[in-house]
């Protein structure tokens, strides 16, 4: 059968617009440009992408996709948590008084300087409001945790990335992008890679570093890293310029209830008590961090944990071909030689089965996938279907 033709017809004229449309459009126009307008930066901050925690058709996935603690929280953590409820009426202790002494206890520091959050990260953004803006850069590091960008987005800084050597934070590369507007930089040690650099890498970065600039030293997996020659960096506090910042959403398995801390300067202590909410940890938090730090029993079978089943992973993974890069963390970074493809074919082959794992392109790695060292049974569900996913060596 031929083709039907397909028979052309001018489009009709558009009738000429009135006064009264041309005015209303006018309207809308200005008020268009009349509605609030956010600060510049702000549209350029990427949403955040969290680690996925569920699969459409599968109830309890396995999830090693946030680097959360494989062997949950402190049962006393869980106690005071609990206990906590019969007191949600009340507001909480502005300044944490108590969770302050108990880490300051535990970790040898002065509790003045402490000062909490919802999460570290909430620290990580009153350091972006307090010391940058615009004008100002702040300088990460190019595999970093993707939130330092976002922190200096939102204060209207600019910021800088350094390149990294082999997953690794290059002292040197740092400095050399350091510019008169630099006002903060942040490092995280150990990084979202699992690398770490030792104390006396630090000591150079600091060194090199004028003393207006703000060197912050993100600790979040500090308590995983059992390496002689780390750590968290708080010697470097006394210099008036540096700031330590640590989370209780790793080692100490309170993820769900974003609690974090950093030691500083009184002087840098005093500005973010200034800048954060009034009772921005709430009573529940409190109570479960300060039995978390008293359960250091709890922490030392986590890092055993650790110990044990990290090296297992990263044994796997190297014999199916893999490149696992080195870590002192509860994760292992890999990357795939078939590059971003393979990564990606890994990636959905894991997630059809119910296994989470960690895409890595918000990081520049889209070679690469991150894998939380879970409980025994999980890790070996994973490996088992990854094997199957890459085949014979």
């Known amino acids: ?45 990427p949403p955040y992408v969290a680690g996925r925690s569920s699969v459409p058709g599968i109830a309890k996935p396995i999830k090693l996709s946030s680097n959360e603690s494989a062997l949950g929280s402190s049962p006393k953590a869980v106690a005071a948590y609990q ?56 300088l990460y590091t190019g595999h970093g945790f993707v939130v330092y960008p976002m922190v200096a987005h939102a204060v209207g800084a600019t910021p800088v990335a350094a390149p990294e050597r082999e997953c690794t934070v290059d002292v040197d590369a740092l400095l050399a992008k350091v510019t008169a507007r630099t006002k903060i930089v942040f490092v995280a040690n150990p990084n979202s890679t699992g690398t770490y650099i030792p104390t006396a890498d630090v000591a150079r970065l600091r060194a090199g570093l004028s003393a207006g600039v703000l060197l912050v030293l993100d600790a979040a997996y500090a308590e995983y890293v059992d390496a002689a020659d780390y750590t968290a960096g708080d010697q470097f506090v006394a210099a008036g310029n540096t700031v330590v910042t640590r989370t209780f959403s790793k080692a100490y398995g309170l993820a769900g209830l974003r609690l974090g801390w950093c030691n500083c300067p009184a002087a840098i202590a005093d500005v973010l008590n200034r800048l954060r909410a009034p009772f921005n940890v709430t009573v529940p938090a409190q109570a479960a961090g300060i039995a978390a730090v008293g359960d250091q029993d709890f922490l030392a079978t986590v890092r055993e944990h650790n110990s044990q089943w990290r090296p297992w992973l990263v044994q796997q993974l190297r014999g199916f071909g893999l490149h696992p890069f080195p870590s002192v963390t509860n994760f292992v970074l890999v990357r795939f030689p078939g590059g971003a493809a393979q990564a990606d074919g890994a990636n959905a082959f894991l997630t059809a089965r119910g296994i989470l794992v960690r895409d890595m392109k918000a990081y520049g790695l889209g070679e690469c996938l991150r894998i939380t060292v879970g409980r025994e049974d999980e890790l070996r569900a994973m490996v088992q279907s990854l094997g199957e996913f890459l085949g014979p060596a």
Do not use: F, W
């Not at 033709?5 to 005015?23: D, F, N, R």
């Not at 809308?28 to 702000?42: I, K, N, V």
């Not at 880490?103 to 402490?114: Q, T």
């Open 1 to 45: 059968m031929r083709p039907s033709l397909l028979l052309y017809s001018p489009p009709a004229q558009a009738p000429a617009k009135s006064k009264h449309m041309s005015a209303r459009t006018n309207h809308q126009q200005d008020a268009s440009a009349a509605l609030p307008q956010p600060r510049p930066g702000a549209l350029r901050i």
């Open 83 to 138: 206990e906590a409820a019969a007191n949600l009426h009340r507001y909480p202790d502005s300044g944490a008084t108590a969770l302050r002494a108990a880490i300051a206890a535990c970790h040898g520091v002065a509790a003045a300087n402490i000062v909490c959050g919802d999460g570290s990260d909430e620290i990580l953004h009153l350091l972006g409001l307090g010391y940058a803006g615009a004008g100002d850069e702040v």
